[in-house]
């Protein structure tokens, strides 16, 4: 592997870090599901180089300037084993208020667990399958679609997965097909005590025009090994198609999630993405939304609890490419003890992107003297007939507010869950599907129950 | 009900109340009248016991025991209500929620069994009727986007609801027009009763023309400077706080 020494790495970067990484590489790189594809083979070789050209970025890094990746370092992160297959499930987290099984695909590990999935209530022509099974079954719609939008150009963790991609969610839904069921997709990180796990989701959803989606994405963990997940999916939304991408994120305090959404939105479709981030020790998403024809609308929302020595890093870009688009953003957090939470929102309005009518909100609440947020909204307007807008607020809860409470018999720490789950609940209103609101709603409820 | 004895009390180390005395007995509706500055809603808010004040001399004794020591909310267990001059906007908490959460957390603490949704439900919506109130107002959000009056209105179910042994009304009628002060003031004539003592504090007469007191008290300087009947409130109309050395027109 002499690549880590041809290219000179630009500031920013740490290609030593790329080393345990790229020592598995050649370890499983022949197991890796269609080794025959030469495309797919040419896709990992790029991510694998652009992986050892610049390897772990460091806080000399503009977009990493506040969350510090060293910990992965230290820890040489192994493959997941076969281990995760033997684990059985009592329950899996679901939004379904009756419990029941709709479609849903489980990775555990990283790894698709057939026996726990299920396509029914699909329509028909709706393809829902994992990667590795797509690679063989519908080896022209990956082949179109995988890496088209999520480049590891600048991106090394894009890369890694790159490198390594395996298996991850596909879901492919034809022109002018409804999917009424919400579509849940559920990762669970087991990892082993032997090492530290890591695995690296690859996801894509193909919208095609006039279709429209609910999807959930489930990141939970179990018992509490250490492991890595560093995930990137790809969503092309059609014509005039919508989809709602929700996820959740509660996966114990032990982990590392790094996660990279890239969407791009077709003339008068609609994506939706909301994130709502509970565990982890140092959590990160990015999510990038290109308005990529007129008429477009996305919205980029989410909400954040953290505490203790917890990390939550969002990093947004919404890219307005063409003229008359919509672009929402609302994110709000509450930050306890020592935990540090990063927003960093950009918006850029290109030239042509006349009548863009674009906002974002950040707001976080600070519970105690050593809870830190860094907030760094960017806005980029090249166009001039454009409105766009953004604010950012950091608080306390407020003295008046606690007071009137408890004057009316509510304990202060009753009184204070209210105010803390007020908050939030006005980030929970972005949901527009009530039954994933309502779900996350009582996800937000446990955290507090759990304070 | 309660005896308030020689209250001294301090903001950022300036003394605002300088000895207050005045026993409440049950049943009693007791007006305080004072201008501007002289400690009205200073002492409202140390009966409630909000932060921020320094009670540096005296003592308060409710219903045997000492309101001083207690938390805010202990107090409102114990029977007091604090009707707000300017009642708080929380947005994103429900009125039925809060209001469901205050009135099960002081039948919790009182040792009696918590409202279920429906139980509650029927009780707020009888006490919501009589108050002009509709079922809309109770879905918002404590008091956001709700008129003056409306916010009073407020005050008042959460009284009607909660049902203290002692509430305090400070300055209940600013910000309402007659009507509005009409069904306010019905509201808190329904909960007179023996066993329920009231503060009613104002700065002018007329609220005391619905809500009638027993006694009248004028507060100026940080000092109840006189006391009488309800004649008295009628006085003050009249001949305004000058006799106190207050000079309101300045």
């Known amino acids: 592997m002499a690549t880590t020494t041809l290219t000179k790495a630009p500031r920013g970067y740490d290609p030593a870090a790329a080393k345990p990484f790229l020592e598995q590489f050649d370890r499983v790189k022949d197991g890796l599901p269609g080794a025959g594809l030469s495309w797919l083979t040419d896709l990992r070789g790029q991510g694998h180089d652009r992986f050892a050209a610049l390897g772990l970025p460091t806080v000399k890094n503009e977009s990493w300037r506040y969350t510090n990746l060293r910990a992965l370092d230290k820890l040489s992160f192994q ?26 695909l489980v990775f555990v590990d990283g790894r698709f667990r057939a026996e726990l999935s299920s396509t029914a209530g699909l329509p028909a022509g709706v393809e829902l399958l994992n990667l590795a099974d797509a690679l063989t079954r519908k080896p022209d719609l990956v082949a179109e679609h995988l890496g088209r939008i999520a480049a590891p150009d600048d991106q090394p963790l894009v890369a890694l997965n790159t490198a390594f991609l395996a298996d991850g969610p596909v879901l492919h839904v034809p022109r002018g097909v409804t999917v009424d069921e919400t579509i849940e997709l559920v990762f669970v990180s087991v990892g082993t005590e032997a090492q530290p796990t890591a695995f690296h989701p690859r996801g894509l959803i193909v919208a095609e025009a006039e ?20 995930g990137v999916t790809e969503v092309f939304v059609g014509a005039g198609a919508s989809v709602h991408h929700y996820k959740v994120q509660r996966e114990h305090t032990d982990s590392f999630h790094l996660s990279h959404t890239a969407a791009k939105v077709a003339g008068k479709g609609i994506y939706d ?19 990529d024809g007129e008429e477009g609308d996305t919205h980029v929302s989410g909400a954040y609890m953290v505490r203790g020595g917890q ?48 906002y974002q909100q950040n707001r976080a609440l600070l519970l105690s003297d050593t809870a830190e947020i860094d907030a760094k909204p960017e806005l980029e307007i090249y166009a001039d007939d454009v409105k766009c807008s953004h604010g950012a607020t950091v608080g306390e809860l407020d003295d008046d507010q606690l007071f009137y409470l408890r004057a009316r018999g509510i304990d202060k720490d009753t009184a204070r869950g209210l105010l803390i789950g007020a908050f939030l609940s006005e980030a929970l209103e972005e949901i527009a599907e009530e039954s994933v609101r309502d779900a996350f709603q009582s996800y937000v409820a446990n955290w507090q129950n759990a304070r | 009900m309660i005896e ?107 040792g009696e069994p918590e409202l279920d949704a429906m139980q509650f439900l029927k009780l707020v919506r009888e006490k919501t009727k009589a108050l002009s109130m509709t079922d809309e107002m109770l879905k918002r959000a404590v008091n956001v986007g709700f008129s003056g009056g409306e916010k009073k209105r407020n005050e008042t179910l959460q009284m009607a609801v909660l049902q203290p042994k002692f509430a305090i009304l400070d300055e209940t009628d600013s910000g309402l027009d007659i009507d509005a002060l ?56 009249k001949n305004g706080y000058a006799e106190f050395g207050v000079n309101e027109a300045a």
């Open chain 1, 79 to 104: 493959p997941a084993t076969d281990a995760g297959e033997a684990v059985r499930f009592d329950l899996l987290p679901t939004v379904r208020a009756d419990g029941a099984t709709g479609p849903r």
């Open chain 1, 211 to 230: 279709s429209r989606a609910v999807i959930v994405e489930h990141h939970v963990g179990l018992g509490s090994c250490t492991t890595l997940s560093n």
């Open chain 1, 273 to 291: 993405n909301f994130i709502l981030t509970i565990g982890a020790k140092l959590s990160r998403n990015e999510v990038t939304s290109v308005l």
């Open chain 1, 311 to 358: 990390h939550v890093d969002t990093t947004t870009f919404i890219d307005h490419a063409k003229p008359c688009c919509t672009s929402r953003e609302v994110y709000k957090g509450v930050i306890d003890d020592q935990a540090r939470a990063v927003f960093q929102g950009k918006i850029i309005v290109r030239p042509n992107a006349q009548k863009t009518d674009g």
């Open chain 2, 4 to 110: 308030i004895k020689n209250l001294h009390a301090s903001v950022d180390g300036k003394e605002i109340l300088k000895g207050i005395d005045l026993t409440i007995n049950p049943g009693e509706v007791h007006a305080i009248m004072g201008p501007n500055g002289s400690g009205k809603s200073t002492l409202s808010y140390v009966l409630a016991g909000r932060d921020g004040y320094e009670i540096t001399e005296g003592s308060v004794s409710f219903l045997g025991k000492d309101l001083l020591e207690m938390e805010p909310e202990e107090r409102a267990a114990a029977g007091l209500f604090l009707a707000f001059q300017y009642p708080v906007e929380i947005p994103g908490v429900a009125n039925t929620t809060f209001l469901k959460s205050a009135l099960n957390a002081i039948r919790k603490k009182r």
């Open chain 2, 182 to 237: 009409k069904i306010v003031a019905e509201g808190v004539n329904a909960l007179r009763s023996p066993e329920r003592s009231m503060l009613v504090i104002t700065h002018y007469q007329r609220l005391l023309d619905y809500i009638v007191p027993d006694h009248v008290h004028v507060l100026a300087f940080g000092k109840i400077q006189r006391s009488g009947g309800k004649e008295l409130a009628l006085e003050l109309e």
